[in-house]
């Protein structure tokens, strides 16, 4: 599997879209942007779907019409913003590689979904649209992948999702947002080998848990899934989802304490392949 990371920062972008702090304006001096997060796996199976997407389409060469599956992990607005899905099809897009659209979500964001575009879609463009209701802990298919939605610990108000995705006997785990995983996530994971881990780590090097994660608590969680069977020495540890707040003023900071636990350190664009 192509496992890449398109977007990298939390909610307000780094630098941040109002921002003048020391690490925004280190940003801007250096031109390490950052925007909001999405995941594409191979060309055809993409993860939230952020106002953003537009912006790393035409800057990553990512051709949109190729993605049959999009999973959305909530519905905070840095991770699920849809208005542009109603571009797809009819007058606004031709020649696309696939019609359909399969989106697998929670409920908050199929609401979010109804009342974003529900005066403006067309019905050529939604019938092709197909949308899936999902909770925690749900098993499918789709396409090449076989897919579980675990438990996150974020954003009270609903069902936040994490993905386990596995194709050809490789698997990723798709662990951003949260804080400390569920104990059922733990268990449903448990004896279940893991070849590539995308971590939150909102707080940099800084520790938190609540809700999100810093470089040294998805240190700990990389631990306790060592124990439970799931990661050995194969296994790759990235952190992802970098927050203006976590202390770091760089990528270089970054990537220094990601080292001393064995990770690699995403920016926009990385890519890697299992």
């Known amino acids: 599997m192509k496992f890449q990371i398109l977007g990298t920062a939390a909610a307000e972008g780094w630098p941040a879209v109002f921002c003048h702090c020391d690490a925004c304006k280190e940003a801007r001096k250096l031109g390490e942007i950052r925007t909001r997060s999405q995941a ?13 997407t537009y912006y790393h389409a035409v800057s990553q060469n990512i051709d949109l019409s190729k993605i049959e599956t999009l999973l959305i992990t909530h519905s905070h607005s840095d991770h699920f913003a849809p208005i542009d899905l109603m571009m797809k099809g009819s007058c606004y897009a031709y020649g696309m590689v696939q019609q359909k659209l399969d989106i697998y979500s929670n409920e908050a964001c199929k609401s979010i979904f109804d009342s974003t575009v529900q005066y403006e879609i067309l019905p050529e463009v939604q019938e092709n649209l197909r949308y899936h209701i999902i909770h925690p802990f749900t098993e499918f298919t789709a396409g090449a992948y076989h897919i579980c939605s675990l438990k996150a610990f974020h954003a009270p108000k609903e069902d936040a999702l994490l993905y386990l995705i596995e194709k050809e006997g490789k698997t990723i785990f798709y662990c951003t947002d949260t804080g400390w995983l569920p104990e059922e996530t733990y268990a449903y994971l448990q004896g279940k080998h893991i070849d590539l881990v995308a971590y939150d780590a909102t707080f940099g090097p800084k520790k938190f848990g609540n809700g999100h994660l810093g470089i040294p608590d998805a240190a700990q969680v990389h631990e306790r899934l060592k124990k439970l069977g799931c990661i050995d020495g194969s296994t790759i540890g990235i952190v992802t989802h970098f927050s203006h707040n976590c202390g770091a003023k760089s990528h270089a900071d970054l990537v220094n304490c990601a080292e001393k636990y064995g990770f690699l350190t995403a920016y926009d664009g990385f890519t890697i392949e299992i």
């Open 40 to 52: 594409i796996i191979d060309e055809n199976l993409l993860i939230d779907f952020p106002g953003d």
